[in-house]
């Protein structure tokens, strides 16, 4: 059974910035992407940042400030926000996609993250 489990989420001034964690554990096999998602309360759930094998994006509003990167070795996924905005605020969703033709979507319990001054 695969479990996501997300850390570094909290209270920053805006222009602040933060690095989420994504520690992944379970048998992980055939990956199909790793990605960072958001959702803001009263909104739906929303991407942040996707990295596969030969492509990585990103929402329009977190282009140029906030990075995924990965260690697959290691099980870890990492984004890297700043430049942080109050509009940022949200809990932060790690999501895991596995398979090919058949793919399964794994979810951490998500980590807080608040802008404001």
């Known amino acids: 059974q695969v479990q996501l489990v997300e850390s570094g989420g909290g209270l920053v001034q805006p222009g602040g910035s933060l690095k989420l964690s994504c520690a992944a554990s379970?048998?992980?096999?055939?990956?199909?992407?790793v990605g960072w998602y958001r959702q803001a309360p009263g909104k739906e759930r929303e991407l942040v940042a996707e990295s596969r094998v030969r492509s990585t994006t990103y929402a329009d509003s977190v282009k140029g400030r906030f990075t995924i990167s990965s260690d697959i070795a290691a099980k870890m996924v990492y984004l890297q926000m700043n430049s942080l905005k109050p509009e940022d605020t949200a809990v932060y969703y790690c999501n895991l996609r596995l398979g090919t033709l058949k793919k399964s979507d794994y979810w951490g319990q998500g980590t807080q993250v608040t802008v404001s001054s």
């Open positions: 379970g048998s992980i096999v055939n990956i199909n992407s």
